[in-house]
């Protein structure tokens, strides 16, 4: 990375903190990160951690960086980006990690056409773990773009997409994704403790598994369905089980929650859009 380069975080949230620390991890310079909020509180202990520059004015900060990130709830989306628009250019990269905004909303709202990269990383980049689906606008250049995804692997793995759409399709698969292995893991647990176990025991043996299960598709040669069948043996304990699943329509459930995830994605989108 260019020394010269200053990348400015407007959000110091959850998201943020994972995102830095892992540039932190991957030799990014901590007086080339900086970053803004508006709690004040929540800015005092970043800059204790990691010992980075900070700000609570936006506008200062998009003064002394060239990459801005916007980690940030999407009802203040529009506000900061209007509140930027005198201090920006063409130089600019902009960086939004913001669920559902688009790239022109976003170009609107800044008042030029500059290069605007949405982004849509899950909750795992806490462990590194990541899957982040990005989309770049037309006039970001390939430095841009590997500047980006070179900041943002620094958490997980990167995949370019072409359609805008895409990316709300992603919001649904994996941005929330996590929530649905949670929700299973807790079900799990549940039906563990209805069965005689131990709490402790159910809820560790929940989450080993689908660990374990989740390893094992990342790593075999092996596609999940193969692996299923590997494991189901004819008139056992586990075909008997996803025989029940499949009478439910387990399938058109996980279809049907990820339409609705899809569509609550576009919608925000289109919200936002007419939130001016």
Request: with cysteine.
């Amino acid at each position: 990375m260019k020394n010269s380069i200053n990348i400015g975080f407007i959000g110091a949230g959850n998201m943020a903190y994972a995102i830095i620390c892992g540039m932190l991890d991957n030799n990014f310079r901590k007086q080339n990160i900086k970053i803004s909020d508006i709690n004040e509180k929540l800015l005092i202990t970043r800059h204790n951690e990691l010992g980075l520059d900070t700000f609570t004015n936006n506008t200062l900060l998009a003064k002394e960086c060239q990459v801005i990130i916007l980690a940030i709830k999407p009802q203040t989306l529009a506000l900061v980006c209007k509140q930027l628009k005198k201090f920006i250019n063409t130089k600019h990269t902009i960086i939004s990690i913001v669920a559902g905004a688009k790239i022109t909303d976003i170009n609107n709202w800044l008042g030029m056409n500059i290069s605007v990269i949405r982004a849509m990383p899950n909750t795992p980049a806490m462990i590194k773990q990541s899957s982040i689906g990005l989309m770049a606008n037309k006039i970001t250049s390939n430095e841009q773009k590997q500047l980006t995804e070179k900041i943002l692997s620094s958490v997980g793995t990167c995949l370019w997409v072409e359609q805008e759409s895409m990316l709300d399709a992603i919001t649904a698969l994996s941005g929330s994704g996590p929530a649905y292995f949670f929700f299973m893991i807790e079900a799990m647990t549940k039906a563990g403790i209805e069965l005689g176990l131990d709490e402790e025991i159910a809820r560790k043996f929940s989450i080993k598994t689908a660990l374990g299960a989740s390893m094992m598709a990342d790593k075999s040669k092996y596609t999940p369905s193969q692996l299923r069948a590997n494991v189901t043996s004819e008139k056992g304990v586990t075909e008997s089980a996803i025989e029940s699943l499949k009478k439910q329509n387990f399938e058109q459930i996980i279809a049907n929650m990820m339409r609705v995830g899809f569509i609550r994605a576009q919608e925000i989108g289109f919200e936002l859009g007419n939130n001016d």
